[in-house]
């Protein structure tokens, strides 16, 4: 008996020093005085208000919905119609899919053997090396070359892109800033006008076009995680939106792939480069295939295989009035004011949310707020219960 006692006894020490000291979480000065009258357990232990709060975060949690993709009402689990929703993904898969395939390695519509991406590269291999001399004529067929291999990416989705308002031109200090719902948002938009678009870097295929086709075209990448890559960037901004020569610059203000239902914060950064700025908006339609990318669920190739095996891809471009800073007013207002413009026109909700706080964790300091939050309303009710 006394062995067994005293290994109860241990093991209740030890789980004592396990137990957090709530006064760890107390302001400085403040203690925990022994009550006078009796204390009922059911008041010392009722955490309804932090439950109340911990559920009312979960079901507004206006952030998440902006990253999650909806999948679409099922239509087919009946009787007439899941025969049909059967043909549909034979036709889709077997026939639809291949002929895309074809459409995206050839270069003609006709479906002709000769594969496109070769004609491309032995067009704009020896164009960006054998005319240097020549920059503007270089850079004009490079221009026109990769417009024309955007629009072999649109044709393989069976895209359905409609144009609202005038085609942006070329002229120094502007800078097009867009919605942003996935990296088809620049082919759509590069098919039309080759812009030189701010982007991360990729791994893989993606950053080996990066690097070699769409370099030609003065684009600019970056990289999140190096601090010294936002210092390079503004000054290669700034010296970009000054060339008359240079192709227009398109920036996602957003900073991130938001699901098209949803506008979060833009950052101030295209805002600050004294140019005028012309809003883009993106919508689509999401009754063939929600166009969203949720690169931590998918990579981009079978994010290109979702739309290529869909039935088309329906989208609205909207070219904006342009706007500039107005007198008094900071670079935080004026991004809120464009944000404002491109929500309306493409029927987003405003939210209040930075979206580069999906790559991060809460921060340790706001734990330790809300832990001091709960340990004050204990004290609090202690000290009710006193009196």
Known sequence: MNSSEGKLKSSSSELDLDRPNIED???????????????RLRDLLDISPALTEAAGAIVDDSFTRCFKSNP?????????????????????????????????????????????????????????????GNDNLRKKMERALVELICSFFVASWTGVVKYHGPRPSMRPKQVFVANHTSMIDFIILEQMTAFAVIMQKHPGWVGLLQSTILESVGCIWFNRSEAKDREIVTRKLREHSQGADNNPLLIFPEGTCVNNQYSVMFKKGAFELGCTVCPIAIKYNKIFVDAFWNSRKQSFTMHLLQLMTSWAVVCDVWYLEPQNLRPGETPIEFAERIRDIISVRAGLKKVPWDGYLKYSRPSPKHRERKQQSFAESVLRGLELEEK
Request: glycine share 6%; with cysteine; charged share 10%.
């Open 72 to 132: 679409p009402e099922p239509w087919n689990w009946n009787v007439y119609l899941f025969p049909l929703w059967c043909c549909g993904v034979v036709f889709r898969y077997l026939i639809l899919f291949p002929m895309r395939l074809v459409i995206l390695l050839s270069k003609s519509r006709a479906l002709v053997l000769t594969i496109g991406w070769i004609i491309f590269l032995s067009c704009f291999i020896p164009v960006h090396f054998l005319l240097k």
């Open 25 to 39: 979480y107390l302001p400085s000065g403040s203690s925990i005085q022994e009550p006078h009258g009796k204390l």
